[in-house]
């Protein structure tokens, strides 16, 4: 999947501005990198566009443990939208996320996250 195409999809998926989509997929991809291993962070962001990549970089090996109203927080936090934009274009980023990479990759991802983030996005 393309950049565009991955924004546009967020986009329509949380429906949100373009604009807020891309800052929100930005944060949600740098709260990823905190949540999942440091070595599944790298594995996901081979599998995704070149510039989304540096998002995934891991700010270290190990994952930290936190629910998905935590995860929310942090990408309103770092994205400087409201928490109600971040908690939409959160499910809307990890379903487009699962779009675009092998489903054996998004497992990998998702058994790290737990059963709270697999059911947001089925």
């Known amino acids: 999947m393309q950049y565009e195409t991955f924004i546009d999809t967020v986009a329509n998926r949380a429906g949100l501005p373009r604009r807020d989509a891309e800052t929100l997929t930005h944060a949600a991809l740098r709260v990823l990198a905190e949540r999942i291993s440091?070595?599944?962070?790298?594995?996901?962001?081979?599998?995704?566009?070149?510039?989304?990549?540096a998002d995934l970089e891991p700010p270290q090996e190990n994952a930290q443990s936190f629910?998905?109203?935590e995860f929310a927080r942090r990408m309103?936090?770092?994205?400087?939208l409201s928490a109600a934009e971040a908690e939409a274009a959160l499910v809307a980023v990890l379903t487009t996320v699962r779009a675009a990479v092998t489903?054996?990759?998004f497992d990998?991802?998702?058994?790290?996250?737990?059963?709270?983030?697999a059911e947001l996005v089925e």
């Open 38 to 53: 440091g070595g599944e962070a790298r594995d996901l962001a081979a599998q995704l566009p070149g510039e989304l990549k």
């Open 76 to 80: 309103a936090e770092r994205s400087g």
């Open 67 to 69: 629910d998905a109203n």
């Open 108 to 117: 990998d991802v998702l058994s790290q996250l737990g059963e709270e983030f």
């Open 103 to 105: 489903p054996g990759e």
